[in-house]
């Protein structure tokens, strides 16, 4: 039941460009301990180059493949300040914007670059869980999979839910390789 679960609201921050299996195991752990998920979409103005192909809508599809309705998912725009207090200050104002509440709940990979994200939010509690890395992956090497054509090592990290966005992904990773200056500005 949802009322015995710790946590009322947990959050995610990723650019998830592509979501994996790694992504999928935060997520669902998160779902298991919070009422509600909030995943928010960093990079979300971005898309087209080669760090971030995969535009928001792309994005936020491939997790709704994957949790339905289970989560909310709302984009998170850059602000170019670095993975720093301010950028915690601004996912925090995003989060309560969205919910009406702050969270009580993080949920990460273990990211040196995040443990400050909260240090300047006075009187504010937020549990941080950071999910060991267990599925030797990351979203980079997801692209290259795509880039390579390499399709059986692409899917043995994607859930089945999206493998048939297999054509639409590597389509845009390969248009996007040479690319620096994000198309989506």
Known sequence: MDSEKPFSLGILVGRFQVV???HEQMIRTALSLCRRVGIF???SQESGTSTNPFPYEIRRQLLRNLFGDAVEIYPLPDIGVGNTAAWGDYVLQNVRTRFGCLPDLLVSGKESRRLDWFDSVQGVRIAELYIPKTIAISASQMRIFLIEDDRARWERYVSPENHAMYPILREMA????????TESI
């Open 174 to 181: 390969l248009a996007s390789q040479a690319h620096s200056e």
């Open 20 to 22: 994996h299996a790694g």
């Open 41 to 43: 979409v960093g990079s």
